[in-house]
């Protein structure tokens, strides 16, 4: 058996550990009859030629790299991703974070190149992984063993011989659960018991899966669409319904629809892209650049004139409506319609990911962060909104935040006890951490209520 060996954008730590196996390397040699070829280590021409197995370390940091790596796997039977760098991007792939021309200090230096560092999986397709940082030597020749001997196997994520063979996907209109992609971590489980419970753990052992009750459709369980399963799930298995395909297409007709931007979207932009809250300008070049038409900063305003006198409960979004709609429909009579915006044509940026149960084109800050993305924000100038809407919604209504509150307020009425006109908020933090906002982890909330009190303080909110 041929096994060549090839070193992309790393320090060559893998392959030490692989010649570090020694007298046990030598012996396999020897006595299995395998060749080891590597400019690396024996200074041959790097055309090594054909191979029966191409052992791969390092990401991929340059054009010329997906070029080789495509010449790789042609000339191999069979190709291994050695280490974290090759697997998931690794030391070279912390280039994502880094703003402007700072580079990482890697083994390899990074070209100019459009890439980040990027697992060699993105580019070919890859039939082993030994993961690790470095790998496990031994890990190493326990597969090469079995490749030796012809023994073919499915090789899981899991560090553990027991997997799931069929994950349990939940399908949804707005949102829907991956099961391949679940870590079973827990997170949803654990926000949503905060607002309806609608994910929970189902089975047991090594077959433990998140599921909706009797694994029914995410619309026909109790979820109202917060979506701050999607806020806290550290694996993006909970998917959201894509927008950003038919923004596009409305750009790209040449129209510059009017976009209305909420301030916490605002905030949680500024966040994704790495810009200080007192530079949100750039933020609204960045929009106009990809042709939109007026940038209008507003909070949604509350319906609360009705013709129906007995209104009291006026939800902010859709998902304090289905809220209502779900656990109390007997207040469907006293609950107001949900907020809309007063024209058809425009785009909503918004952190409340429930806003795309109702008729208006909507993108969550997450889906205007990836639309925007690939400008180079740093080397704008700032712009400024077109016009400003910050009028207090529903002034002089009282406030019920989180779904506690809301179910006392409701129960309340229930009871007879028909008080004062209530507006609902469902997430308990507020707006600015809704469900269509960023990622959230341990060291976000400082960080997202320092760049929002720039923000707020630049603009007067």
């Not at 080891?36 to 191409?54: K, N, R």
């Not at 827990?186 to 047991?204: E, F, H, Q």
Request: charged content about 30%; overall charge neutral; aromatic content about 6%.
């Amino acid at each position: 058996m041929r096994a060549a060996i090839y070193q992309l954008g790393s320090c060559s730590g893998c392959i030490t550990e692989f010649l570090g196996l020694g007298e046990t390397l030598l012996e396999m040699v020897w006595r299995r009859g395998m060749e080891i070829l590597s400019p690396i280590v024996s200074q041959l021409d790097p055309e090594i030629g054909v191979c029966d197995v191409a052992l791969v370390e390092g990401s991929v940091v340059s054009d010329e790299d997906v070029e080789r790596l495509r010449e790789i796997r042609k000339k191999s039977k069979m190709l291994v991703a050695l280490g974290s760098c090759a697997v998931i991007g690794g030391i070279p792939g912390l280039r994502r974070l880094i703003k402007g021309d700072t580079q990482v200090d890697a083994a390899k230096p990074m070209r100019s190149s459009s890439l980040k560092g990027d697992p060699i999986s993105m580019y070919v397709h890859v039939d082993y992984y030994v993961r690790g940082c470095p790998i496990d030597r031994y890990e190493l020749l326990d597969l090469i063993g079995k490749i030796l001997d012809g023994r073919w196997f499915r090789q899981s994520e899991r560090r553990f011989p027991l997997v799931r063979e069929k994950p349990l996907d939940i399908e949804g209109y707005i949102l829907r659960l991956d099961g391949g992609k679940c870590i079973v971590c827990g997170r949803c489980v654990a926000v949503c018991r905060k607002v309806t419970s609608a994910l929970d753990y189902a089975y047991r052992s090594i077959d433990t899966v998140i599921s909706t009750p009797f694994g029914v459709k995410l619309d026909e369980s109790s979820c109202v669409v917060c979506g701050q399963c999607t806020v806290y799930c550290p694996v993006g298995a909970v998917i959201e319904a894509d927008s950003i395909r038919e923004v596009k297409t409305l750009l790209g007709r040449g129209l510059n629809p009017d976009v209305y931007v909420e301030p916490e979207s605002i905030v949680g932009l500024c966040e994704a892209l790495n810009v200080d809250g007192g530079s949100y300008g750039k933020i609204l070049e960045a929009l106009r650049r990809n042709g939109f038409g007026g940038i209008i900063l507003w909070r949604p305003k509350l319906r609360v004139a009705s013709s129906r006198s007995n209104v009291k409960l006026i939800p902010y979004s859709e998902a304090e409506a289905r809220y209502i709609r779900i656990r109390h429909p007997s207040l469907l009579e006293y609950t107001a319609e949900p907020p809309t915006l007063d024209r058809r044509d425009s785009i909503w940026i918004t952190p409340c990911l429930a806003r795309k149960i109702g008729k208006d084109i909507t993108l969550t800050t997450r889906e205007a962060a990836r639309l925007l993305a690939t400008i180079d924000i740093d080397s704008l100038p700032e712009s400024d909104f077109d016009r400003i809407e910050l009028d207090e919604p529903g002034e002089g209504l009282a406030r019920a935040v989180g779904e506690e509150c809301i179910e006392k307020v409701a129960e309340e009425f229930e009871g007879g006890m028909l008080g004062e006109a209530a507006a609902l908020y469902i997430c308990s933090d507020g707006c600015l951490y809704g469900g269509g906002q960023p990622y959230m982890d341990h060291y976000t909330k400082v960080k997202r209520e320092k760049i929002s009190a720039k923000f707020h303080g630049k603009v007067k909110c």
